[in-house]
């Protein structure tokens, strides 16, 4: 199982960003995933996440309105489009699975909204 997360960078106040998390190792069409983020200093926490069969998305109340999940069943992606950035969305941004109760983690991507 592996699961790669790419697309962080540096980008000012209200811009936009969209994250890719590549899945590799399990049938991915039958599973659920999540984006979490982890800011300096803080616990990590659940931004988004969508599930596989019915596509049904999640988001936390701090990103509502602002960023999309998505998810390529073909490409085996699973995307975060965020807008309107702020600075307190700087984090570090890791993608998840949960599979047979273990914990998959891609590596994480740095988001840094400044000006």
């Known amino acids: 199982v592996q699961l790669q997360a790419f697309g962080g960078g540096l980008v000012q106040p209200g811009g936009s960003l969209r994250l890719s998390c590549q899945v590799s190792?399990?049938?991915?069409?039958?599973?659920?995933f999540g984006w979490f983020r982890q800011a300096p200093g803080k616990e990590r926490e659940g931004a988004s996440c969508i599930s596989g069969s019915d596509v049904t998305t999640y988001y936390a109340d701090s990103v509502k309105g602002r960023f999309t999940i998505s998810r390529d069943n073909d490409k085996n992606t699973v995307n975060l489009e965020m807008e309107d950035l702020k600075p307190e969305d700087t984090a570090v941004y890791y993608c998840?699975?949960?599979?047979?109760?273990?914990?998959?983690w891609g590596q994480g991507t740095l988001v840094t909204v400044s000006s």
């Open positions: 998840h699975v949960q599979r047979y109760g273990i914990n998959y």
């Open positions: 190792g399990f049938h991915f069409d039958y599973y659920a």
